[in-house]
């Protein structure tokens, strides 16, 4: 049962801007939107959260449309460090508000 | 600040043996979680902590698997018997609060990678 979906992958240049959209149809209406990212060999640890319009902080910003089904992640000006997994993170009302990480996205950062 | 504390970092057992895991929460932390995380995939939620007790553990097998954290601190999962498809790492982490609907943080530690011969 599909929780969340994000691109499996993504290729990128340092000093590029990145948007890594993600798809959450069930979101339940007092759920909030997180994103992690993950190295190798780590726990996640927290980027960003918000719960509708934007939020923007000094790592990320963070875009939901009003109908809250999906959200983006945008990472200003990217570099080789930002090469990582990052999770999309929100409850689902139909699994009874469980926490699910989404598959997550690879981003791949080149020189 | 101390982050969340696990311990073993590494563990190999043979298929029916048992194993525990330990995890110390960020100080003053409410909520505890444990993951499993398969390679290639993303965390998945075993159960939930809030203080001593639980809030969901819909999805831990309990045939095999069990976890307490008896004095809303230190917590411990345990597998008993383990099987082949146990093999994975074990993320513990924290939040200060942490209802179902999330809205707080999750402090993770570093993970429990178990593989099961």
């Known amino acids: 049962l599909a929780k969340t979906t994000q691109p499996i992958s993504m290729d990128s240049y340092e000093g590029q801007e990145v948007n890594i959209t993600c798809s959450h149809n069930?979101?339940?209406?007092?759920?909030?939107i997180t994103w992690y990212q993950q190295f190798p060999s780590q726990g996640p640890r927290f980027i960003i959260q918000?719960?509708?319009t934007k939020v923007t902080n000094e790592v990320a910003s963070l875009f939901i449309p009003a109908d809250r089904k999906s959200s983006t992640l945008s990472l200003p000006r990217v570099s080789l460090s930002d090469t990582a997994v990052y999770y999309c993170?929100?409850?689902?009302?139909?699994?009874?508000?469980?926490?699910?990480f989404g598959g997550g996205t690879r981003l791949m950062v080149k020189p | 600040e101390a982050g969340v504390a696990q311990s073993p970092r590494y563990k190999i057992i043979e298929k029916r043996q048992s194993v525990a895991f330990w995890c110390n929460p960020i100080?003053?932390?409410?909520?505890l979680y444990w993951y499993q995380q398969i390679l290639g995939q993303g965390p998945k939620l075993l159960i939930q902590?809030?203080?001593?007790?639980?809030?969901?553990d819909s999805q831990l097998p309990k045939d095999r698997f069990s976890a307490e954290r008896l004095k809303g601190v230190d917590s411990t999962l345990k597998i008993q018997p383990a099987k082949l498809e146990d093999s994975a790492v074990y993320l513990c982490?924290?939040?200060?609060?942490?209802?179902?609907?999330?809205?707080?943080?999750?402090?993770f530690g570093p993970g429990t990678r178990l593989t099961v011969t």
């Open positions: 982490a924290s939040s200060i609060m942490g209802g179902l609907a999330g809205g707080y943080e999750q402090y």
């Open positions: 069930n979101i339940a209406t007092n759920d909030y």
């Open positions: 918000g719960y509708k």
């Open positions: 993170l929100v409850g689902e009302r139909n699994a009874g508000n469980m926490l699910t």
């Open positions: 100080s003053g932390h409410a909520t």
């Open positions: 902590f809030q203080n001593n007790g639980v809030v969901d």
